[in-house]
């Protein structure tokens, strides 16, 4: 029995393997028709393009919300509201919430912070795991439309900050002159261990947009629900298309903000797995001020090569559907 299911183990593993470079390949014909990379040179000429790399420019702050008012207010909002960079704006868009997260938010008295609605949730696929590659698509993009700064900082709503976020990655991003520049995220596991994401190269399982900030001129790349169809997580599709495009990505070695995972989280286990593997990450040095910030010396990339996807347990862009 042995002999004869061994080699029916490596074909079902070839087929595997075939089917996930053919997604591969009709992710990115799929995706050519969008007409990068050659958009980025239009972009990259607009006079307005300059004006992201010098003083103190506007920072949007992107969230989607969905069910989570408590934590979208209290958590994620207070972070933003504690950042030592002030010139900066939130755009919090609802994924078609029904409780009282809009009254939440008026709550707070801070016109910096606008909220709006979508009239319905989604749509997005009805199985499980693929919903959960992709929700929050639609709110993201509703809300990175709605932005008017020269960067754009996204953030989950049951996520936070550390208080000098906008402050590290913006000095980071001018004196690189990246168009995306991200950090570390201190993953915690409630009732589990502490680990953490962010690591060069960006790659599915170290990158996550919680951690990032992006130039806004390429808010003309959007969330795609079709990420589930090539098995990819909303986030990572999104950051994997900037990448082999030639956005030029900047990471700085130091973390930036914290990702809770509930106790029936998805790929909980893989978190843990990651804890037991890579421990937790040293305390970060002392919060700086936006004027005189000299950001940890990172690691860049003008015209990137297509970057490995190699884990599973990713973060991704809803906070929505994480528990």
Same mark, same amino acid.
């Given at each position: ?6 080699? =029916? /183990?490596?074909? /079902? ?28 040179? $239009? ?24 069910? !989570? ?7 994620? =909002? ?9 010139? &900066? ?19 707070? !008295? ?25 929700? !929050?698509?639609?709110?993201?993009? @509703? ?5 008017? !700064? ?6 989950? %709503?049951?996520?936070? &900050? ?25 993953? =915690? ?6 680990? &953490? ?5 960006? %790659?599915?399982? @170290? #990158?996550? #947009? %919680? ?9 003309? #790349? ?7 169809? /090539?098995?990819?997580?909303?986030? &990572? ?11 030029? #990505? ?22 843990? %797995? ?16 936006? $004027? ?7 690691? *860049? ?6 970057? *490995?996807?190699? /884990? ?7 906070? *929505? @559907?994480?528990?």
């Amino acid at each position: 029995m042995t002999d004869r299911s061994d080699p =029916l /183990v490596e074909r /079902v593993a070839r087929l595997e393997r075939e089917v996930g470079a053919l997604r591969a390949l009709l992710a990115r014909t799929y995706e050519k028709v969008e007409g990068w990379p050659r958009r980025l040179d $239009e972009i990259r000429s607009r006079p307005e393009y300059e004006d992201a790399f010098a003083g103190s420019p506007l920072v949007s702050v992107r969230i989607g919300t969905y069910r !989570g008012g408590e934590t979208l207010c209290h958590r994620a =909002l207070a972070s933003v509201r504690r950042q030592t960079y002030p010139n &900066w704006e939130a755009v919090v868009v609802g994924d078609g919430c029904e409780d009282d997260t809009a009254e939440q938010v008026e709550a707070l !008295g801070d016109d910096r912070i606008r909220f709006f609605n979508r009239p319905v949730n989604g749509p997005y696929p009805e199985a499980p795991e693929l919903r959960w590659m992709v929700a !929050g698509t639609h709110a993201f993009n @509703d809300a990175v439309a709605r932005t008017r !700064g020269r960067w754009i900082a996204p953030l989950d %709503q049951d996520d936070e &900050w550390d208080d000098d976020h906008v402050a590290v990655l913006l000095a980071a991003a001018q004196r690189a002159r990246a168009e995306v520049v991200y950090g570390q995220m201190r993953v =915690l596991v409630e009732d589990g261990p502490e680990t &953490w994401f962010g690591a060069w190269p960006p %790659q599915l399982g @170290d #990158f996550g #947009f %919680q951690a990032a900030l992006y130039h806004a001129d390429l808010k003309e #790349f959007r969330y795609d629900v079709n990420a589930a169809l /090539v098995d990819e997580p909303g986030d &990572w599709n999104l950051a994997r298309r900037m990448w082999e495009a030639g956005v030029r #990505f900047h990471f700085v070695p130091r973390p930036v903000g914290t990702y809770y995972l509930g106790p029936d989280g998805r790929n909980r286990a893989t978190w843990e %797995q990651r804890a037991a593997e890579r421990g937790a990450l040293p305390q970060p040095p002392a919060p700086v001020r936006a $004027e005189g910030v000299e950001p940890s010396k990172g690691f *860049s990339a003008r015209r990137p090569k297509s970057a *490995s996807v190699q /884990v599973r347990g990713c973060p991704r862009g809803s906070a *929505s @559907d994480r528990e």
